[in-house]
């Protein structure tokens, strides 16, 4: 025999127990989806606040770079695109380039050790050459080697590579601005965890070219919350229309 308790193709209404399990699940995905919703909502204050921050570190006055008594507590959080400015000797001969994509076409970064007079070094990315401009002899006037103040926005070590591609020291291929492998392959000594991306200060030779750092955050959190909410008023109202539906059918078998 056919249990036609539950059964709807012959238009009866489903049992109570039927209907109690499908309103259940229904309100337990309308919670789940209300959750990720509200949570998008909490990330979106994240980055709002965020870019906020960013935006007042970017735009203040300059202060001395973190000194090593510091260098522990410099994260993201507290310091990354901080207004920054160090002064000391560039070490010419210790340059390393980085392969970058920018607005201005393929090349390399050219990142550059700062000797600091109390012995420390930090690295600076003095900014973006072409390809053929790579070889430090094709754009001598730009190796500054006097004593000199560099100002920028502060930036957090890139360690081991991008997602695609590592990089290979010993290949002198390099991917990301990986501050401490530099150090490493250069043979420098009492380095800062960061580096400072160089302002659009025009260097001898007009190369390399400062200023190019892109600021941006990815913000969908908006777009998702109302994503989420709209998809649990759907379940909520499915649940509900499904309750009346077999009421009325209910009524309708009687």
Same mark, same amino acid.
């Given at each position: 025999?056919?249990?036609?308790? !539950? #059964?709807?193709? *012959?238009?009866?209404? @489903?049992?109570?127990?039927? /209907?109690? &399990?499908?309103?259940?699940?229904? +309100?337990?995905?309308?919670?789940?989806?209300?959750?990720?919703?509200?949570? $998008?909502?909490?990330? /979106?204050?994240?980055? +709002?606040?965020? &870019?906020?921050?960013?935006?007042?570190?970017?735009?203040?006055?300059?202060?001395?770079?973190?000194?090593?008594? $510091?260098?522990?507590?410099?994260?993201? =959080?507290?310091?990354?695109?901080?207004?920054?400015?160090?002064?000391?000797?560039?070490?010419? *001969?210790?340059?390393? $380039?980085?392969?970058?994509?920018?607005?201005?076409?393929?090349?390399?970064?050219?990142?550059?050790?700062?000797? $600091?007079?109390?012995?420390?070094?930090? %690295?600076?990315?003095?900014?973006?050459?072409?390809? *053929?401009?790579?070889?430090?002899?094709?754009?001598?006037?730009?190796? %500054?080697?006097?004593?000199?103040?560099?100002?920028? /926005?502060?930036?957090?070590? =890139?360690?081991?590579?991008?997602? +695609?591609?590592? #990089?290979?020291?010993? =290949? =002198?291929?390099?991917?990301? @601005?990986?501050?401490?492998? &530099?150090?490493?392959?250069?043979?420098?000594?009492?380095?800062?965890?960061?580096? %400072?991306?160089?302002?659009?200060?025009?260097?001898?030779?007009?190369?390399?070219?400062?200023?190019?750092?892109? %600021?941006?955050?990815?913000?969908?959190? +908006?777009?998702?919350?109302?994503?989420?909410?709209? /998809?649990?008023?759907?379940?909520?109202?499915?649940? &509900?229309?499904?309750?009346?539906?077999?009421?009325? @059918?209910?009524?309708? !078998? @009687?």
């Amino acid at each position: 025999m056919t249990d036609t308790s !539950s #059964n709807t193709s *012959d238009g009866k209404p @489903r049992s109570t127990f039927a /209907l109690a &399990i499908w309103v259940f699940l229904l +309100l337990l995905l309308t919670t789940l989806l209300i959750g990720l919703g509200t949570w $998008q909502v909490e990330r /979106l204050h994240w980055k +709002l606040d965020l &870019i906020a921050r960013v935006d007042a570190r970017v735009h203040a006055p300059a202060v001395p770079v973190p000194g090593p008594a $510091q260098w522990a507590g410099v994260t993201a =959080e507290n310091s990354e695109y901080k207004h920054v400015q160090a002064s000391g000797t560039f070490l010419n *001969d210790k340059e390393t $380039q980085v392969y970058a994509s920018t607005a201005l076409g393929p090349g390399y970064w050219v990142l550059t050790p700062l000797k $600091q007079a109390d012995g420390t070094t930090i %690295i600076v990315n003095r900014g973006f050459v072409p390809t *053929d401009k790579r070889n430090p002899a094709t754009r001598a006037a730009g190796q %500054i080697g006097t004593e000199m103040t560099v100002t920028g /926005l502060l930036r957090i070590n =890139e360690p081991k590579g991008t997602l +695609l591609r590592s #990089n290979v020291p010993a =290949e =002198e291929r390099w991917y990301s @601005r990986d501050v401490t492998a &530099i150090a490493g392959a250069r043979g420098l000594q009492n380095v800062a965890p960061y580096f %400072i991306d160089a302002d659009d200060t025009k260097n001898p030779g007009d190369l390399p070219v400062g200023g190019l750092t892109q %600021i941006t955050f990815h913000n969908s959190h +908006l777009v998702y919350a109302i994503t989420w909410y709209g /998809l649990a008023a759907m379940t909520l109202g499915l649940a &509900i229309f499904l309750v009346y539906f077999e009421r009325g @059918r209910g009524k309708a !078998s @009687r």
